[in-house]
């Protein structure tokens, strides 16, 4: 019997199952020995293949996570030259992903359930022989054959980048998907002239300079000046033989989905802020005011927080507007608290105080029938965080959970201080309102209850929140 061959190969998985599977199968072929390395994202498979060069086979699976596909990791892996044979293994057999997935430069196509120790030794066998073929071939060309195939047969829109910004290379679905008809319509452009809001690119390519990769979702504009929402994955290449670098990306056209769920979205809240409104009216604890107040108090305070270099990543204005909306609905839960006890004029018991304290656990059960298709909506998921946690503390004291800190959502820190606010100015049934400086006065002394940062947006615009409270009555 022939010796084995130690074979070096990275697994590009998200499931540690599948990885074990491979591992197992893998130390029983007959003609190698597979020492098996795991990365998941593009950016950690990037970077481990320019420190391993001795990599000699890439185990990839099609579906790596929810928001990208092997294919767009291949093509990224290809446009760097990395050549080796890439092997796909997925759990679903479809003809279509397979032909794509070989279009763009893999050796082979296994199916888990399909997979034992002779198919995955053949497939390797086979690979391997294929590769050295082709690099054969590619020893007489100027171009990668592989980089070409993995680019201009791509059924995602493609293109590279110089380090001025300007687009060097578009493939066909790339130009239809922006509406171009010929290439010289786009070539030598600003790649940020075709975004809504051309700043981006920069923070993009700044980022790449760190992360190798950037992931995420773009609002474009078509030649025809329509909005074009795209997912695009952005990986930095270094072009051989010069000092500088190119950027490539990868786009698939989300805007459908994206209509769909503004649609969906715009339904939604229309129908909660009535459902918020119609709670306040029967439970007789707020006016529709509070309701808006506290939106407003909300907006301004994310607005405030989008200032800071911890949050500029992450609030945009669209999450300015749903947060926003959100908090409409943070006492919806109180609509099935006894109004006895809401209404009480002087101090609660403690079981009573424990039944006031279930209406966040009672809101999010009240809309679960709309927050269990929340799926990828923004607005939903920071409806649930806001319902169910806009009474939790910074500092732990607070309920449902008992969560403290950073893992309270941060819709929830901010709809905190909202709420606070305006119910120490309101009128309850047990005390008249407190005047803006009384109100501010006993939050300062309470202020380890607050996210500090938020705490600190109130402190430096607390007349901002005065006014807000004598513009909305």
Partial sequence: MSEKRMLKALVIEDDPFSVAILKHYGSKLDNFILELYHTVSLEESLEFMEKHPEIELIFLDYRVHSTITGLEILQHIRARGINVPVIIVTGSGSEEVAVSMMKAGASDYLVKGRLNPDVLNKAIKDSLEKHVSINSILASQN????????????????????????????????????????????????????????????????????????????????????????????????????NNACVMGSFIDITRIKNIEKKKESLYKGIMEVFALKAEDVGNVETAGHIHRIAAYTRFIAFKLRELDDFKDYIDEKYINDVSYASMLHDVGKWRTPNEILLKPYELTDPERKIIQQHPLLGAEMLSPLLKDKGSSQYLRLVESVVLYHHERWDGKGYPKNLKGKDIPLSARIVALADIYDALTSDRSYR??????????????????????????????????????????
């Fill in 143 to 242: 171009n990668s054959i592989l980089k070409d195939m993995a680019i201009s047969v791509s059924l995602n829109g493609l293109c590279t980048i110089d380090d001025g910004g300007k687009i060097t290379y578009v493939n066909p679905s790339f130009m239809n998907m922006w509406g171009y008809g010929r290439n010289d319509e786009i070539i030598g452009s600003m790649f940020k002239d075709l975004l809504n809001n051309p700043k981006e690119y920069s923070e993009i390519t700044s980022m790449l300079k760190d992360k190798k990769s950037w992931l995420g979702e773009l609002l474009c504009k078509r030649k025809d000046k329509g909005d074009l929402y795209v997912q695009a994955l952005f990986s930095l290449l270094k072009l051989k033989d010069k």
């Fill in 432 to 473: 008249k309102a407190l005047s803006h400086e009384e109100a501010f006065k006993v939050m300062e002394e309470e202020k380890e209850r607050f996210d500090p940062r938020i705490w600190d947006v109130f402190k430096n615009s607390h007349m901002k929140f005065k006014k807000i409270r004598e513009e909305i009555e």
